[in-house]
């Protein structure tokens, strides 16, 4: 702080354009990574991105039963909750440090 208590505003513009460039490098990551989540271990698999796209579902045919569909929508359904927590947990590993812990807040256009 300057004197009179006023922030620097020049510093504080720095500081701003080095989280928007943590922010895009983190993005960047994520976009390139691939999750992968699991269910009914291995029948049920779903490939995801880092931002959360879907990339493909793969299903063992010892899953399908036309007598028992639900047992195969739970299992698509448990995978898609699996890949989505760990693009959760790298989301949170990739964007905390570059938002410098704003603890859920978004920042505009991201």
Do not use: C, W, Y
């Not at 698999?45 to 899953?63: C, H, M, Q, R, W």
Request: glycine share 12%; hydrophobic share 40%.
């Amino acid at each position: 702080m300057r004197p009179g208590g006023q922030p620097n505003m020049q510093q504080i513009m720095k500081q701003a354009q080095k989280m928007q460039q943590q922010v895009a490098q983190a993005q960047a990551e994520l976009a390139e990574a691939e999750l992968t989540g699991t269910a009914g271990g291995g029948l049920v698999t779903v490939v995801l991105t880092g931002l959360g796209e879907f990339k493909s579902v793969k299903i063992d045919p010892k899953a399908v039963d036309a007598d028992d569909v639900e047992t195969l929508e739970d299992l698509v359904l448990a995978a898609i909750h699996n890949a989505a927590e760990a693009q959760r947990e790298l989301t949170e590993e990739k964007m905390g440090p570059a938002t410098g812990g704003l603890g859920g807040m978004t920042l505009p256009g991201f």
